[in-house]
T-cell receptor
Framework: AQKITQTQPGMFVQEKEAVTLDCTYD???????LFWYKQPSSGEMIFLIY??????QNATEGRYSLNFQKARKSANLVISASQLGDSAMYFC?????????????FGKGTHLIIQP | DAGVIQSPRHEVTEMGQEVTLRCKPI?????LFWYRQTMMRGLELLIY????????DSGMPEDRFSAKMPNASFSTLKIQPSEPRDSAVYFC???????????????FGPGTRLLVL
C-alpha cells in the first residue's frame, strides 16, 4: 500500500487564485513528520513546509500553509495568491520516527501550472 | 550559507563504465541521504548515513551500487558497471539528526542527472 498518496497528477490554476494540493498518508506510527517540497523545471528540490504529528497548529510559511487533518490522515498544501513562479512539481513526503528508517517516503507528485 | 553540493551536475556515460557521484553535505549536518528519481518509480531512498556510518542500505538496487562516507563532509555513490536502466536523477540530502530531538528537515542538493547509453 502506498504510504503517501497525491491524487492530482496535474492542476491548472489562474494566477492570484489560491491552490490546494492534496496529500493523504498512511502510518501506524504515532510520531511522524510531513513535508512538502517544490521541484521547478530546473530540477532542484526545495523545502517548503513541515508539520509534525504532535503539532497543535497548522504550519504556515509565508504564502504556504498546511491543512493538517490528523484523523483523516490528510496534509494538504495551500498556496495563497498563486504566482507564475509557483509552476512546478510538488511532492508530499513523510518521515516516520519509530520506523527505524530515517529516509523520506515521497508521493508521486502534483504538476501545478499557473496560468496568467 | 552553502547548501548541499553535488558533482557532477550532469553525467553521460556508456554502459559498462564506472560512475562516481559526489556529495558534500551542509556543514554541521550529521545525516546524509542518497535518493534516486525516475519517471517510473518517483523518488526513492537508496541509502543513508548517520555520523558517517551506513544505517540503511535496503534501497540500494543491486550490488553494482555502493556508497561510502569517509568523513563528515564527503560521500560518494558509485555504480559499477553502469546500465541504461540506471539513468535517473540522483539526489543527495542532509540533515542534523539528534537523538530525541524529533524529526528534522532534509535539505537536498541540486542533483546529478545521469544518462547511461
Amino acid at each position: 500500500a502506498q504510504k503517501i498518496t497525491q491524487t492530482q497528477p496535474g492542476m491548472f490554476v489562474q494566477e492570484k487564485e489560491a491552490v490546494t494540493l492534496d496529500c493523504t498518508y498512511d502510518t501506524s506510527d504515532p510520531s511522524y513528520g510531513l513535508f512538502w517540497y517544490k521541484q521547478p523545471s530546473s530540477g532542484e528540490m526545495i523545502f517548503l513546509i513541515y508539520q509534525g504529528s504532535y503539532d497543535q497548529q497548522n504550519a504556515t510559511e509565508g504564502r504556504y500553509s498546511l491543512n493538517f487533518q490528523k484523523a483523516r490522515k490528510s496534509a494538504n498544501l495551500v498556496i495563497s495568491a498563486s504566482q507564475l513562479g509557483d509552476s512546478a512539481m510538488y511532492f508530499c513526503a513523510m518521515r516516520e520516527q519509530g520506523g527505524g528508517a530515517d529516509g523520506l517516503t515521497f508521493g508521486k507528485g502534483t504538476h501545478l501550472i499557473i496560468q496568467p | 550559507d552553502a547548501g548541499v553540493i553535488q558533482s557532477p551536475r550532469h553525467e553521460v556515460t556508456e554502459m559498462g563504465q564506472e560512475v562516481t557521484l559526489r556529495c558534500k553535505p551542509i556543514s554541521g549536518h550529521n545525516s546524509l541521504f542518497w535518493y534516486r528519481q525516475t519517471m517510473m518509480r518517483g523518488l526513492e531512498l537508496l541509502i543513508y548515513f548517520n555520523n558517517n556510518v551506513p544505517i540503511d542500505d535496503s534501497g540500494m538496487p543491486e550490488d553494482r551500487f555502493s556508497a561510502k562516507m569517509p568523513n563528515a563532509s564527503f560521500s560518494t555513490l558509485k555504480i559499477q558497471p553502469s546500465e541504461p536502466r540506471d539513468s535517473a536523477v540522483y539526489f543527495c540530502a542532509s540533515t542534523l539528526g539528534v537523538q530525541g530531538a524529533g524529526i528534522r528537515t532534509q535539505y537536498f542538493g541540486p542533483g546529478t542527472r545521469l544518462l547511461v547509453l
